[in-house]
């Protein structure tokens, strides 16, 4: 990649790109190579950028279709491309631990990819942190694609004709109760258990905290085989652990990693991270 100075994080996934100013937009060359990048990477770090909404938003366009944020949209209707992560409002006041927000947003402590409950699931999740934590607050991410890799060709032929059902209300409820106009704009869907990547061909896991159960099998086997595979998939030696850092742009590839927050203490921290979305390709509806 001629373009970018590239440096490994992690045996299965990760790179830290640097030698391109984001704000400044993207030639067709670069833009083809950081396709390129997120499938080689999954992960990709970009540091000392200075962004804003706007420019966030514009490189999420040069690098497909914006992704409707899904709460403000079940709630209100309202087309948003925007969410904020941590615990700063809107007016910049800071919102502790135990505020309704704070905790709803401690579903993110789950193992997930970013939309896999919806029908169209998302491409990439573009992340902008504008203050961080002084401790804690780290995400941590997995590669699927390697955690498939690891299947024996038994476990992978099997998998492969099997299809997962994720249901969004299903995960969240476990940590906070979900507004009935949002968990009825996204019914459960239907998506296979083994994804693959159309430009290069490699298959990926594909589950997570939204995976509810297996099509074809009772309840109590497919919380047995999705529960071990997550288990399998996100052993220590897996984990690529990012610590945020104000000024990096991150991209991360939501069709094979899976990523989860470590928790912070909102009550002593104040954390405001902007996060964006590009759709990713039709899979299949219940």
Known sequence: ??????????????????????????????????????DAFSFLCFPDQTISDAIQLALTRRL?????????????????YF?????????GIQQGNQHQDTRFQSGNHLWHSDSSFRYQPSYVSIMFPYEVPGEAGATEFV?????????????????????VIHDYVFSRTQTAPVDFCHAASLPPVKHPLIRTN???????????????????????????????LLVDTTRPQHILSHSWQVGEVVIWDNR???????????????????????????????
Not at 83 to 91: A, E, L, M, R, T
Not at 143 to 163: D, P
Not at 202 to 225: C, F, P, Q, T
Request: net charge positive; hydrophobic share 35%; charged share 25%.
């Open 143 to 163: 590669s699927q694609r390697a955690a498939y890799q690891r299947l024996n060709t038994a476990e992978q032929s099997a998998y492969g004709k099997m299809s």
């Open 83 to 91: 969410g904020s992560v941590g615990n700063i409002n809107d007016d």
């Open 1 to 38: 990649m001629a373009e970018f100075k590239i440096e490994r994080l992690h045996a299965d996934l990760g790179a830290r790109l640097s030698g391109v100013d984001l704000s400044a937009g993207l030639s067709v060359l670069q833009l083809n190579e950081i396709y390129d990048a997120i």
């Open 198 to 228: 159309p430009a290069n061909q490699m298959k990926n896991l594909y589950i997570g905290s939204h995976a509810r159960s297996i099509v074809g099998l009772d309840g109590i086997e497919s919380r047995r085989v999705i529960d071990q």
């Open 256 to 286: 094979c990693v899976l990523h989860r927050g470590t928790g912070y203490d909102a009550d002593r921290w104040r954390r405001h991270m902007r996060q964006t979305r590009v759709v990713g390709e039709h899979k299949g509806v219940l």
């Open 64 to 80: 497909g279709v914006a992704e409707a944020e899904h709460v403000t949209l079940g709630k209100t209707g309202k087309i948003s």
